[in-house]
């Protein structure tokens, strides 16, 4: 079985190449183009996603429809702080994006705040945790993970921002996964320290 699966992926290969081989002597013949400028980025996207922009959040995001607000204030024996959280529900997906304004006395460390909100996150959706990932976005320190649940999947990131975490998710049925709009909502959400 797994020699015939080898023998058709190897076959399969080979047509790809052959018909590619084939249209690229096609794209040779055509007379050349001269190099098209350089798109200039707009800030409306021609699929009905808008940008968002929350004056006190300090960020920008493309969604495809306004999100809801929640602000709650709570107190905690290192002192007080204050959540916003945006939502929207959208053909079958939920956006989030959530910031937290800490007392200037709250003391937190970047790595291990990062991770409470993550763990956070994974219990208050009664998910399990599938992979997740340290990285930098726009120079900030981020951790980015997977979490599922019986019926969906959800991807994450988790952001410092000056003493800020912020936090995106986009949310959807298990199966249905679609990495161009997770990609899009996360590469279009920007912060601005002040």
């Not at 020699?3 to 007379?31: D, E, H, M, V, Y």
């Not at 905690?76 to 006395?105: F, N």
């Not at 981020?142 to 990131?157: G, I, K, V």
């Not at 709009?181 to 590469?187: A, E």
Request: charged fraction near 25%; aromatic fraction near 12%.
């Amino acid at each position: 079985m797994n020699r015939l699966l080898a023998l058709l992926l190897i076959a399969l290969c080979f047509n790809f190449s052959l018909g590619a081989q084939k249209q690229r002597r096609r794209t040779r013949r055509k007379p050349a183009k001269p190099p098209a400028a350089r798109p200039i980025p707009t800030p409306v996207i021609n699929d009905g996603w808008l940008p968002f922009t929350s004056g006190p959040g300090r960020f920008t995001v493309l969604l495809p429809g306004t999100p809801t607000d929640k602000t709650e204030t709570v107190e905690s024996e290192p002192g007080p702080y204050t959540t916003h959280l945006y939502r929207l529900r959208d053909q079958g997906k939920v956006y989030l994006i959530a910031w937290v304004e800490y007392d200037p006395q709250f003391k937190f460390h970047g790595q291990s705040e990062l991770e409470a909100n993550r763990d956070w996150f994974v219990r208050d959706m009664n998910a399990t945790l599938m992979n997740t990932r340290s990285l930098r976005v726009d120079e900030y320190q981020a951790l980015e993970f997977r979490a599922d649940t019986a019926e969906n999947t959800y991807f994450s990131r988790v952001y410092i921002v000056g003493r800020r975490p912020y936090q995106i998710a986009i949310g959807y049925p298990k199966g249905e996964d679609d990495p161009v709009t997770v990609n899009k909502f996360f590469n279009s959400f920007k912060v601005r320290l002040n």
